[in-house]
């Protein structure tokens, strides 16, 4: 073992600039490390294991004189009881290194999943709904997380919002966590039970799918059906009709719908601009119009002595009840809100389309302030594109009625 030597000051320790090791006593084999380019640090010089090893201790003078004796102490501490400091901390680094390796966020780990299984799926509409689901629900709550903080709080704030709502499209999500979830563990990314199981777990927190009562109010179309049925709210006739077409094409709420004004529409741009008073959100909201929705424009009649588009038999603004009435004289299980979960559906897992391009194109308020102020645009371009992509997709005839040409009924 080094001998001590002289205790120097902290400000004798401040005034050593010669290249070399200067020893600083208290502590033995402490120095303070002086380079030529002037940097300076701390070093442990100490025998162990038979093997003369040395130690750094960090820079000065981040690292203080006091400091650094402190460090010293406990490092020839350790040597004393047969361990090697300088070996802990590399082993402690590695660690580390290695936990930090094993840290995956919930998306990577899905997109992880995709890759991998993706090839034995049966076609590319497979993937489309996977990636479109979790990109709707999933990544805006537990995106970013990583999957071994990940509980079954996370995977409830989830499926609860859409789980009364959006039953089938709920369930798939669920199951599709829990995969995602299942994958990670194997990976060795998490440990422990998965957080989207559904026996003995989930099921607890959660009514059974099948025992969920069909929502009253809001009901919604299938996916599936919409083509077919459009094809024949297109055939039926009265001003009632044109709106609900209208109401379906622009994904906008009836009532927005049935107050619209023939001085909100621009022909040139193709745009129908909702004033801030009718809006839910008291917020100005620009419609992109699809070249159907201007062809249903303009096919309706300019009725004199008022400015409503959709204009009542006896004046004024047709009742929501008109609408209603439509789909009742139809046959068709749903309401004109509903088409609005049915075009939030179709973006979710039939498009691309980022999230947030729906939600603006439905007018919806955005929960999280901090987002809200970031998030400025209207995403106007992206709006217009998808809601082209959603007239044709309401537009698409199934296979037995291809050869049939629509007429439109009289207004």
Not at 132 to 137: G, R
Not at 178 to 188: D, F, K, L, P
Not at 339 to 366: C, G, K, Q
Not at 375 to 390: E, H, S
Request: charged share 30%.
């Amino acid at each position: 073992m080094p001998r001590k030597a002289k205790e120097l000051s902290p400000l004798a320790v401040e005034r050593l600039t010669k290249p070399g090791l200067h020893a600083v006593g208290v502590v033995s084999g402490l120095y303070l490390q002086v380079l030529p380019s002037g940097g300076r640090s701390w070093v442990l010089r100490a025998t162990v294991g038979g093997k003369r090893r040395d130690m750094g201790l960090g820079g000065f003078p981040d690292v203080t004189l006091a400091d650094a004796r402190a460090a010293a102490r406990k490092a020839r501490a350790k040597i004393d009881e047969g361990l090697d400091p300088i070996e802990e901390r590399k082993a402690a680094k590695s660690a580390l290194r290695a936990s930090a390796a094993k840290v995956m966020t919930f998306e990577d780990a899905a997109s992880a999943y995709i890759r991998a299984h993706s090839p034995s799926w049966e076609n590319a509409k497979h993937r489309q709904q996977w990636e479109n689901t979790l990109s709707a629900y999933a990544y805006p709550k537990i995106g970013k997380l990583s999957v071994r903080d990940i509980e079954m709080a996370h995977v409830l704030s989830v499926l609860e919002p859409i789980w009364l709502e959006r039953t089938e499209t709920a369930k798939r999500l669920r199951g599709r966590i829990e995969r995602v979830m299942g994958w990670a563990t194997s990976r060795g990314y998490r440990e422990g039970l998965n957080p989207a199981r559904w026996r003995d777990h989930l099921d607890q927190q959660l009514p059974s799918p099948g025992k969920v009562a069909k929502t009253i109010h809001h009901a919604a179309l299938g996916l599936g059906d919409m083509p077919d049925f459009m094809d024949r709210l297109r055939r039926a006739e009265g001003m009632g009709a044109r709106a609900l077409e209208f109401v379906i094409l622009t994904a906008a709420r009836s009532g927005e719908v049935r107050g619209a004004r023939w001085d909100e529409i621009d022909r040139v741009k193709n745009v129908w601009t909702v004033p801030a008073e009718r809006m839910k959100a008291r917020k100005e909201h620009k419609v992109p119009l699809s070249q159907p929705a201007l062809d249903l424009l303009n096919a309706l009649p300019r009725i004199g002595g008022t400015d409503l588009v959709f204009p009542a038999a006896r004046g004024g603004p047709l009742s929501d009840m008109t609408l209603t009435a439509v789909l009742r004289r139809m046959q068709v299980p749903a309401t004109a809100h509903g088409f609005r979960s049915t075009f939030r559906d179709w973006a979710a897992e039939r498009t691309n389309y980022p999230r947030d391009v729906a939600e603006m194109a439905l007018a919806h308020t955005i929960g999280d302030k901090v987002e809200a102020a970031y998030r400025r645009g209207d995403l106007f371009d992206k709006r217009t594109r998808m809601m082209a992509d959603w007239a044709r997709f309401c537009a698409v005839l199934s296979t037995q009625d291809r050869n049939v040409t629509p007429i439109r009924a009289a207004s």
